[in-house]
């Protein structure tokens, strides 16, 4: 594999992720034998960001561009998570010392990682106490206002370690395509939460799309979220039997918008909320173009061995309800 | 730490127990976290690209993308590999184009399959 790989953001999920509403990816943590949603207890939550710079990004022009990607997801209207930038610090990102920090760090060995998020812990009660976000030094970085060529945007980076920050595990909703000579290029992507990042000098990746709003929402719902909005409900089989980590993608006829989410237990059951109400069209498709542990812990088999599916009529969502129980068969490969 | 015990290398030898670094980790009632990094469980049986700088212990490359899972075929004739898609089907480039979800071309392979392939790319036998 080579540099010109596209690269991705982070790789894995590698806990527990799944919500009881079985919707989107979020992190999880065991807590005595309970599983519970990784989220912030309270808001705003704090953030440092270290005063160190690096080639063409200075620490004032990271704390800004990081702070306008904290202000995007703090503008989803249906959400309530806060952030505050609480000043700059000498410390780097992946000390733990109870802050949640952001900042270069020099990690050639990370050699397809531009940039990563983590978590400390209290394993006796579920609180999360600090989570940390280090970007790859050994990559080049830019903040200009429309992208630079050859660097990457840190704002769009930035955006999508927040979501990791915030809660959000990875949206499969992302094509990519294999380049002439080896490597992989992100397509497009209907998520900020897709793995894989735009090429270097894109700032596609500085807006959310309707899958991060209704992920974030989602996790911290706010005002009507759930009665202005609806969602849809079902369970995914193959041959009669129930499968795990099926991509489920409900698409917005009106509105030409896609959610996506996955069937998250051993009954194949998922759903995806924050839906606008109207009539909605379902694909269902395998990850087996993915690394696997980007979306999922080790531990849970994922079948990926089946055709791409759609169900025979258009879904409508009610608003403030849910569609029903609908069931969508799959055929293996 | 992650200690392994080989069963065979593609490329390179470092003995039949190896060890390599992988962030996160447990210090008392805390647990760090690093989304990406891959975790590993008793028994199970994977195939890892390891690199290391200097007189140094290895680390996992790419994080979770360093890591395949071996996972017994459903019928019980084998051990499989699921590719990444970048992955030719033999010696040279795999075709340009967009990878399609559900291909019926794109299947977990035989894990001997995986390692010629790997072979192949690695540039020669063991």
Redesign the interface.
Known sequence: MRRSLALALVAAMVFGSVQPALAYLKFGVTVGGAQMTLKWAQTPVRYFVTDQGVSGVSATDLQAAAGRAFATWQAVPTASIAYQFAGFTAAAPGRDDGLSTLGFRSRPELDRVLAATSFVVDAATGTLVESDIFFNSAFPWSVAPAGEANRYDFESIALHEIGHLSGLGHSALGETELREGGGRRVLGAEAVMFPIAFVAGSIAGRTLKADDIAGISDLYPDGDFNQALGSISGRVTKDGQPIFGAHVVAFDVARGSVVGTFSLNAQGDFSAGGLSPGPHVLRVEPIDDADVESFFEAARTVDVDFRVGFIDRIVVVPRGGDSGEITLRVVRK | MVTLEVESYLKGALGPMLRFRV??G??G?????????????VD?RVVVFL?A?GPSVP?V?????G?F?I?RALDNSGWLV?P???LPAGAG????????????S???LPLADFEQRVLALAGGPR
């Not at chain 2, 480039?93 to 019926?104: E, L, S």
Request: aromatic residues 6%; glycine residues 12%; without cysteine.
């Open positions: 962030p996160g447990e210090l009632r805390f647990r760090s976290i690093v989304v990406g990094a891959p975790a590993f469980a199970q690199g700088r680390y490359l790419g994080l979770s993308q890591v899972r996972v699921t990444p898609a970048i480039t795999v075709a340009a184009g967009p990878i399609v979800r559900g291909d019926p794109r299947r977990a």
